[in-house]
């Protein structure tokens, strides 16, 4: 498998996956008026009083993915725009402008709404970061690749809108449920893991650089795919069934049920997948795509205390 078709697969599995006013006059009389009476005085008073007006006001904050907004709604903090999105929000952003779905933002809205800032996620910004420039908006990009990078994201927007109460008690609880796992799991086998990441007509073997990836290192799974630098490679079932995987976890996005029937079709016409050894001890699992989406999440304890049952039958015994 050649590194740049890993790379041009990951594209387009990442794309199709998360294809998700002048002032008045009265405004600006105010504004001279309050110009005229700023110049009376000492410049340092009015730069001091400008900093602290500025201080207290609120942030106008749009949130494009569904991950970052559910971020914010934990911090307690408002927004004034969302994703489009069929999957439920808090219910805290009802009244919320939605933007319009996470891979292509309507970025007229955006901009009509005048924000102080602009969030999405690093796996978009390669192709999110040239159409927000060119529409005069300065977005910020996450990593929310890993549970580590997102609970970073998650302490650096408490640091910055006075949340750091909320973020590091959230970061708390993450980091506690990996510090268990680590207890519970030591006395077993770690078990080595094929992950799939399919869409419908296709499908992509995941990394440990990717979420899902990570979720189970952190599960203490062990991924048959070591030494790459992407996301997402390329599927060669050959190559693979060298591996020979305990496990086999497919994970299916964009249409899930589609993406399972299309699965099931592949392990059953495709002769080589029953020689695997994941495949004959039947330990082969299809993820829920609510828990294992395709950045960090909220739901990462869940998605891993899910995951601990697959990667150790011993423990769904207990």
């Known amino acids: 498998m050649k590194r740049h078709s890993y790379i041009v697969a990951s594209l387009l599995l990442l794309l199709f996956i998360l294809t998700g006013c002048a002032q008045n006059q009265g405004n600006e ?5 309050q110009q005229a ?13 400008q900093n602290s007006a500025n201080a207290n006001e609120s942030p106008r904050i749009v949130s494009t993915t569904v991950a970052i907004t559910q971020m ?50 690093t796996t978009l910004e390669y192709d999110l970061k040239p159409v927000f420039e060119e529409a005069g908006i300065e977005a910020t990009f996450l990593n929310l690749t890993s549970v580590a990078s997102m609970n970073q994201s998650m302490l650096d927007l408490g640091e910055k809108y006075d949340r750091s109460a909320q973020a590091a ?4 609880k993450f980091e506690q ?3 268990d796992i680590k207890e ?27 979420y899902i990836g990570d979720l189970v290192r952190l599960a203490g799974g062990i991924n048959v795919v070591q030494g790459e630098e992407v ?38 016409t495709n002769d080589i997948w029953k020689h695997f050894n ?12 609510r828990l294992f989406g395709t950045t960090g999440n909220l739901l990462a304890i869940e998605a891993i205390d899910a995951l601990l049952p697959m990667l150790y039958p011993e423990l769904a015994q207990k």
């Open 72 to 121: 914010l709604d934990a911090l307690e903090l408002d927004v004034i725009g969302v994703p489009t999105s069929v999957k439920e929000l808090p219910q805290r952003y009802d009244d919320a402008t939605r933007v319009g779905n996470p891979m292509s933002p309507d970025m007229e809205l955006v901009k009509s709404l005048k924000p102080s800032e602009v969030l999405s996620v």
């Open 169 to 172: 008690e959230l970061v708390g």
């Open 184 to 210: 519970l799991t030591a006395s077993y086998e770690n078990p080595t893991v094929l992950i799939l990441m399919g869409i419908p007509g296709s499908y992509l073997v995941a990394t440990e650089h990717s």
């Open 37 to 49: 009476s700023a110049e009376t005085l000492p410049q340092s008073i009015s730069t001091a009083e």
């Open 278 to 289: 994941a495949v004959q001890n039947e330990r082969v699992y299809d993820l829920e795509e």
């Open 29 to 33: 009389q105010a504004a001279n008026a």
């Open 231 to 268: 996301e997402y490679l390329a599927s060669n079932t050959e190559y693979l069934f060298q591996s020979n995987p305990d496990v086999i976890l497919r994970a299916a996005h964009g249409m899930p049920d589609e993406v399972v029937k299309m699965f099931d079709e592949e392990f059953k």
């Open 177 to 179: 449920k990996v510090s």
